[in-house]
Structures are given as C-alpha cells and as structure tokens.
Nanobody, 124 residues
C-alpha cells in the first residue's frame, strides 16, 4: 500500500487548508486510517482516526472541533479538513493505514503503512 499526502504548505493562522492522502495498492476500504503529526524532536502524535467505512471518527483533544477527518473510498482518498489553525498546529503531517485494526487505533505502532508526510507551517 502506497500513501501519498498533499495539501501542506505555509498557512496563516485561522486558515483552513485540507490535506489529502491518496492510496494505491490493496483494497482501501478495509483499512482503519489516521492522521498523525510530528514536530522535530518530539514524538509522532495522533491527530484523527477513521474506520474503514467512515462511520466512526475520533480526534485528539487539541484538534477536536477544528479538524474533520473523512474518506472517499471510491477514490481511495483520505482527507483532513483543518479549520482555525493555530501556530502550535505547525508540524509534519502523516497519513497512516492499519492492515489489522478495524476500530480506530491511537498508537502509531498500530499502523503498518505511512505516507512520506506533508509539512504544514502556520504563521501568526
């Protein structure tokens, strides 16, 4: 499974970019997927997760109410709509897919496939 993120860049605070993650390879719909982010020198942290059907989602407290994760299984694409961005949202954002879990997984160790990451920098 190959995952390719897009949509990062320099954004002003309070901006609303959308990241996408295109998947190729095995059947997309079976995977629980997630977005993680990482700042240099810190651990990669869970941002949002979604089940294979899209019926269940979960968010880190730091982004709840501002970010929305979604997926289009017909297009094999995962999204995260990011609203009201803050400078502390600056990070490299990664999408990930789990080949095992059907429920949302919060640990990065639960995910088998990762994209290369896309940098989001929020200017104040």
């Amino acid at each position: 499974v190959a995952l390719v993120e897009a949509g990062g860049g320099l954004v002003q605070a309070a901006g609303s970019p959308r990241l996408s993650c295109a998947s190729s390879g095995r059947t997309f719909i079976v995977y629980t997927m997630g977005w993680f982010r990482q700042v240099l020198g810190k651990e990669r942290e869970f941002v949002a997760g979604i089940t294979g059907s899209g019926s269940s989602t979960s968010y880190a407290d730091s982004v709840k109410g501002r970010f929305t994760i979604s997926r289009d299984n017909a297009k094999n694409t995962l999204y995260v709509q990011m609203n009201r961005l803050k400078p502390e949202d600056t990070a490299n954002y990664y999408c990930a897919a789990s080949g095992f879990y059907t429920r949302i997984a919060y640990s990065k160790n639960a995910y088998d496939y990762w994209g290369q990451g896309t940098q989001v920098t929020v200017s104040s």
